[in-house]
């Protein structure tokens, strides 16, 4: 378990930070971008359940349920960061990694809600009541940590990669299922814009 009785330590002042082993790289090391990006991610959809729990309750048991699944994923990317912040080949003996099986209850959850949605005529306007604008928010905060790990794929697990792959779809799909009465803003292409 992780133990933490002292945030300040001084220690990056010199840009420096140190990963999972001790040892220290730069700040703009890559691999501190991925885990970086990582944890930017968990802090959007932290905002995103904060504004679920703001919003009234006529799609309640959609609500709760994206509350849910977004505090199993909250949890996993800080496991995926944590993996993140390891040197190729150092990830301690107890510490645990997501498998595949993470990866594919993200599909199980996407196919489930896309049950209950149309299929899309254009491209969706990233907008909507706060909850589904957090959500594109993190969408691209999560492709942005898949590009950063992809940068480094012979030193990143692939199933780290097809996480993020797989969330940034699963925070899509949830903002359509999460769209109110307001419905969704379609993109018009140029040529057909008034």
Known sequence: MVRITKVHTGGGDGGETSLVDGSRVGKEHPRVAIYGTIDEANSAIGIVRSEIKHRPRGDGHRLTEADQMLGIIQQELFDVGAECACPPGGVPEQMSIIGEDAGNRLVEEMDYMLQDLDPLSSFVLPTGNPVVAHLHM????????????????????????????????????????????????????LGKRV
């Open 138 to 189: 993190a969408r691209t905060i999560v492709r942005r940590a898949e590009r950063e790990a992809c940068a480094l794929r012979e030193e990143v697990r692939t199933e780290v990669i097809s996480y993020l792959n797989r969330l940034s779809d699963h925070c899509f799909v949830l903002s359509r299922w999460l769209t109110g009465e307001e419905g969704e803003a379609l993109w018009t292409p």
